[in-house]
């Protein structure tokens, strides 16, 4: 149960732009830290990319689906002195995904390392089952000896990695120095197709598992570790936040546009809001894209922060349907992926900004994997993998985009009855308006290469009392890895020397006196 409390008037004052998961994860912990805390958030909802549609059938998401690292979340709602439980209904799903392909092979991924084995034995043999064994054990070693160093480490160094890795030395073999994730997997299975299943983590962080280090096979032991449906949909989890950090005595402006940070001496003062009012601070702290501060979007004096971002490729987007339809075909998970025969050549594509005409596909049963049977009608996500903002799209990209979408799964003999209507759909422009300066990118700056992990932003900049947190923050994207950027956003908030002492601004904004 959450406790209501009134801020002290007298406690600093941290203005937060973006209620996206990282902005929340910010304002949870500096709220239950006794910070005054304003956030503002540009649309009329909290939750950022963790966002839905309306639908016959209800809110449907268009984001994220499922949570995983649960004690993430957990320790999150612990900073406002509340159990995750007691906000959110979650169903663990043994059941992680079911796989199809052209061949008409079919796999069920679990929540127990030995089914998995048995499964993937069953699928493409006992080999393949050894392999799985291999690879498993291998990518546990990973996640457990890279997230205290890398994820949960605030400000990570390739020299302090260096320093980590000679001091368990077991993990030179695993993590196969200078080599790709598709290099990895082609020597961990023999079957291709297990190969392309394992490969398609690579998008989980907006990039090509030809070009992501293999390190990021770690991605498998955080999903096998579990995988939970938030009952009524994702962003009932955002909202649960936003509800117990205004319960804890902070302040949401939604619909409230941020038109610039504004800085004096080289410190962050407050920000000036559409139409020209402007809220002091004594910290500023922005989920957004860190591109915005490079590229002047919001106002001068900010050059110096993420000036990488302007520079470095943008990661991969999508074309997102959410809808609700009848469906009929093959039984669906939760999760569902729907495999082309080659996945090369749509990597190929997607490097170059191209497209191609059958695309693998995720489909979110969104109904399925829950205690009651799914409904007549039931809502979808569907996500295509898709290059970032090239050039504008015209209104023939919507029946191109239905075409090798919805024709790809009448192939494995799915179907949606109606199909979903333009408003379904959300493009890479259409991220771009969402999320400005994005250029229509859903993961930030490209993971490709294998020092891309230390080239992203991190919560400190070099801008007195502004700090940076979310998905295109290390370590990254994702809804855990943004919730962790919060943490460390917190944190540095929370002891910097001089990041909460009263900036006391003497300027005039907006006709606003700051004295």
Same mark, same amino acid.
């Given at each position: 149960?959450?406790?209501?409390r ?10 937060i ?26 649309h ?7 966002r839905?549609?309306?639908?016959? *059938? ?8 499922v ?38 092979? &079919? ?31 291998r ?7 890279f997230?205290?160093p ?8 390739? *020299? ?33 197709r @297990? ?20 390190l ?24 649960? $936040? ?11 402006l ?18 000036? $809001?559409?139409?020209?009012?402007? @809220?002091? *601070? ?12 490079? &590229? ?6 900010l050059?110096?922060v ?22 009929s ?8 992926v ?29 109904d ?14 569907i996500?295509a ?17 239905? &075409? ?15 199909l ?62 943004a919730?962790?950027s ?11 020397p001089?990041s ?7 300027? &005039? ?7």
């Amino acid at each position: 149960m959450t406790r209501s409390r009134v801020p002290d008037t007298s406690a600093p004052h941290a203005v937060i732009i973006g209620a996206g998961i990282g902005g929340l994860a910010t304002a949870a912990r500096l709220s239950g830290a006794g910070l005054r805390v304003t956030v503002l958030e540009r649309h009329g909802h909290p939750g950022g990319k963790m966002r839905t549609m309306p639908s016959a *059938a209800g809110p449907v998401d268009a984001g994220p689906t499922v949570l995983t690292m649960r004690p993430v979340f957990e320790d999150l709602f612990a900073a406002l002195g509340t159990r995750l439980t007691d906000h959110v209904t979650l169903h663990r799903q043994h059941l992680l995904a079911r796989h199809f392909w052209p061949d008409g092979g &079919t796999l069920d991924l679990f929540d127990d390392p030995d089914a998995n084995i048995k499964a993937v034995a069953a699928f493409a043999g006992a080999r393949a089952g050894r392999q799985m064994r291999k690879f498993s054990e291998r990518a546990r070693a990973l996640f457990e000896g890279f997230d205290a160093p890398v994820m949960q480490s605030p400000e990570p160094t390739l *020299a302090a990695l260096t320093s980590h890795v000679l001091r368990h030395p077991h993990l030179i073999r695993q993590m196969a120095p200078n080599k790709t994730l598709a290099q990895l997997l082609d020597s961990s299975f023999s079957d291709p197709r @297990l190969v392309q299943l394992f490969g398609r983590y690579a998008t989980y962080v907006g990039g090509s598992p030809y070009h992501v280090p293999a390190l990021l096979a770690l991605i498998w032991q955080a999903e096998v570790s579990g995988v939970w449906v938030v009952e009524g949909g994702l962003h009932r989890l955002a909202q649960a $936040l936003a509800d117990t950090i205004t319960a804890h005595g902070s302040e949401f402006l939604y619909d409230t546009h941020v038109d610039r940070i504004l800085t004096e001496k080289g410190r962050a003062i407050g920000v000036t $809001l559409q139409g020209g009012a402007f @809220l002091p *601070a004594d910290v500023v702290v922005f989920n957004g894209d860190p591109r915005a501060l490079a &590229t002047g979007a919001l106002g001068p004096g900010l050059e110096s922060v993420a000036p990488q971002t302007a520079e470095i490729p943008r990661s991969f987007s999508a074309e997102v349907w959410a809808f609700a339809a009848r469906p009929s075909g093959p039984d669906l998970a939760h999760h569902n992926v729907f495999f082309r025969a080659d996945p090369k050549p749509e990597f190929d594509a997607l490097m170059q900004g191209r497209r191609i005409p059958d695309p693998t596909l995720y489909v979110c049963a969104m109904d399925r994997g829950l205690p009651a049977a799914p409904p007549t009608l039931e809502r979808f996500e569907i996500i295509a993998n898709a290059p970032s903002l090239q050039e504008p799209q015209g209104p023939e990209e919507f029946t191109a985009c239905q &075409t090798r979408t919805f024709r790809t799964l009448a192939r494995f003999g799915l179907d949606f009855d109606p199909l979903p209507g333009p408003d379904a759909l959300t493009t890479p422009p259409g991220f771009d308006r969402l999320f400005p300066e994005s250029s229509g990118s859903l993961y930030g700056q490209s993971p490709h290469g294998t020092m891309a992990a230390f080239q992203r932003p991190t919560a400190r900049t070099p801008v007195k009392g502004l700090y940076l947190t979310g998905g295109g923050v290390h370590p990254g994207a994702g809804v855990p890895m943004a919730a962790l950027s919060g943490r460390h956003a917190a944190e540095a908030i929370l002891t910097d020397p001089t990041s909460i002492s009263p900036s006391r601004p003497t300027a &005039t904004h907006g006709g606003m006196s700051t004295a």
